[in-house]
């Protein structure tokens, strides 16, 4: 008597649990960036807003929490003020932001925030990042209104709704024996969802096998998958036991199904129907009990109706689908995600004490504007891509007490920025294709040591002090011009000049800031944030 199949086919997936009925879409601000690295990721939920009303955001209150946390903090920088931002409904789908005179300096799209500004629907669900005194950025988009309480992070990172869905559907599946198909774009984490299937069903003290089927020459896959005898074919010098038969008993993953041979999905819909597998040069069937994943970033009912892609193996592959978002749909995610990936790297270097020990009054980890390219990148890699660029970050960044892009690595980030959805009122013409921090005409840019001291002192002088507008008229960004202020032998940072120098200034020039930086020759911003700290605006 044959052995049972390995999967059940009469079992159908199971339905989808009715969602709360409290959930509903509502504004958020999510944490991408803060002087404490760790509080990345931790959110406030702006239902208030959604409801009609407002929320009032300063350094003191209210508390940023991850989601399902009990206890949360405000965001407790010195440098924000205590008058508040005011975020309140503009109507349904809709936020105004109003900053108060003399208040926290927020910055969006690189511009400088005065009075108020309404985000529209569109705006929300891409999300807008905010910049707050140059040191923390939030990023405010939609999310849902129920929080879930702890639970296990299934070895995934991130608490945007995408992972809290896929964590839902992982939950569903896994202690039941259905084939499961994975779909995501790649670098999406489609392997990580299948081992988290894995380890959270009754197949978990059993081996997870992870196979590449793309990879597999058509010549070599029935060797490969279901073993071979030995002298079955030139070269084979010794059985082969096969990947069906080394998951025995556990669970065999099968990465981009999509690119399978028309050979290879013969066999694999033979052994899904029989629960066996025929080694090559073998005479009789061996029974295998594997619980079967698979992963694809193809469109498989498109390769179908071309005729290269089966349908009763997707049948039988579709036991229950997992969608993996891509990551330029879960932005919420992207600063948790990097601090994440860069503790990793630290650790391996032997330096994660430095992360840990990041001082708050000094320059943020996660510089803002590097956090507002990363936020804005289309990512076409996704998460992988995120993760071999933050390793490029932290490298760059050794001994700098922060994460530092290269120029190329600026360049990179500018020329790949998602677009943002038009404003109210703003014609898509008007809107450029694609926007990053700085903006910049395409072909304008230079070499920041093409810039001679004297051009860099013109610049600065000529512009008023204005970081953007200087950066613009030598044609290099923003994060260049502050590194060849430093280097400069001519000139001097807000962070050089003495409490005394700030003190006497502030007084002569009856606290006016744009007097000062004139007289003291220093980033109108960067002397704000001096004033502030030491107290001289009032606040």
Known sequence: MKDKPFIDISTAATPRREREVAARPVPALTLIAHPTPHRAGERLLLEEVASGGSVLVSRVGPDFALPGATLGMPLADTFLSR?????????????????????????????????????????????????????????????????????????????????????EEISRVADLNVPVLIRGETGSGKELVA?????????RARPFISVNLGAIPKELAAAELFGARRGAYTGATQERE??????????????????AQ??????????????????????????????????????????????????????????FEVQVPPLRERREDIGVLVYHFARQEMEALGEAQLLESAASQAEPWLPSALAVRLVRFSWP???????????????????QGGLRASPRLE?????????????????????????????????SRRKPSDVTDAELV????????????????????????????????SLRTAGDLSVEEIS????????????????????KRGLQRRIRELGLDGD
């Not at 006497?504 to 980033?523: I, K, Q, W």
């Open 504 to 523: 006497t200034c502030f007084r002569e020039c009856g606290g006016d800031l744009d007097a000062m930086v004139r007289r003291l020759e220093v980033s």
């Open 242 to 259: 096969g990947f069906f038969r080394a998951a025995h008993g556990g669970t065999l993953f099968l990465d981009e199904v999509g690119e």
């Open 195 to 203: 081992r988290a299937i894995h380890q959270h069903s009754s197949r």
């Open 458 to 489: 013109e610049a600065l002088r000529a512009s008023a002090w204005d970081i953007k507008g200087a950066a613009e008229r030598l044609g290099i960004t923003r994060p260049s011009l502050y590194m060849l202020i430093d280097k400069s032998p």
């Open 381 to 399: 890699g996704n998460v992988r891509q995120l993760r071999n660029l933050t390793r490029q970050l932290v490298i760059g960044g050794r001994g």
């Open 262 to 319: 028309p050979e290879v999905q013969v066999m694999l819909l033979r052994a899904l129907e029989t629960g066996e597998v025929y080694p090559v040069g073998g005479h009789a069937p061996v029974a295998v009990n594997v619980r079967l994943i698979t992963a694809t970033d193809a469109d498989l009912e498109a390769r179908i109706r071309q005729g290269s892609f089966k349908a009763p193996l997707l049948h039988r592959l579709a036991g």
């Open 83 to 167: 008058k508040p931002l005011v975020f309140e409904s503009a109507g349904p789908g809709r936020v105004r932001l109003r900053v108060q005179a003399g208040g926290t300096q927020v910055w969006v799209e690189d511009e400088p925030l005065a009075g108020a500004r309404e985000f529209g629907p569109e705006e929300l669900a891409v999300g807008v990042p905010l910049v707050l005194a140059e040191r923390v950025v939030l990023l405010l988009h939609q999310t849902l209104s129920s929080e879930l309480g702890a639970q296990d992070s299934l070895g995934m990172v991130g608490h945007g709704p995408g992972m809290r869905r896929v964590r």
């Open 411 to 443: 360049q990179e980030l500018d020329s790949s920025a998602s677009s943002r959805p038009a404003r109210p009122g703003e014609s898509e013409e008007a809107r450029p294709a694609a926007e990053s921090t700085p903006r910049e005409p395409a072909g």
